[in-house]
């Protein structure tokens, strides 16, 4: 669909420390989860907030970045695109979706000195994108520096 747009950007703090894994090509991958907070005054007039998490996933370059230095609780800036999977449940018979941010870029918000010297530094992954939803291709492009 030409004219069309999928893009996401979010600036959140990890739930936990990034699942680094390898798929059996060799292509490194980084699931985790970062939270959003939203915070408004319901019609009664009282504050109120409400937390958002967000799956995201990393592959290549990116993913070995993140493993290396996003942890547990740290501010990040991610850049990237919504992807649906869907399948169906072996036990029930269902079907199953699940909805994740792709990340194509990455930014460390937190300050120097924070809690293991948070750099403040960013990476741009691969603009590339894998040739079939589940699983990555050798189309991606790797970045050989970090700029950070």
């Not at 894994?21 to 699931?31: F, I, L, M, N, Q």
């Not at 915070?39 to 990393?58: C, F, L, M, P, S």
Request: proline letters at 3%; a negative charge; charged letters at 30%.
């Amino acid at each position: 669909m030409s004219g069309s747009v999928n893009r996401v950007i979010l600036v959140g703090r990890l739930g936990k420390d990034p699942e680094i894994r390898s798929t059996p090509s060799g292509t490194t991958v980084a699931k985790f989860t970062i939270a959003t907070d939203e915070r408004y005054t319901d019609r009664a007039g009282e504050k109120q907030e409400r937390t958002e998490w967000h799956n995201i996933v990393a592959w290549s370059k990116l993913a070995e970045i993140c493993g290396q230095y996003l942890k547990k609780g740290k501010l990040v800036f991610i850049e990237g695109s919504l992807r649906t999977d869907s399948w169906d449940d072996k036990e029930t018979g269902q079907k199953k979706y699940r909805t994740e941010i792709v990340a194509q870029n990455m930014q460390m918000l937190d300050k120097r000195g924070d809690d293991e010297g948070g750099s403040g530094g960013g990476y741009a992954g691969s603009r590339s994108k894998p040739s079939s939803q589940t699983s990555p291709s050798s189309d991606f492009v790797e970045d050989d520096e970090v700029p950070f």
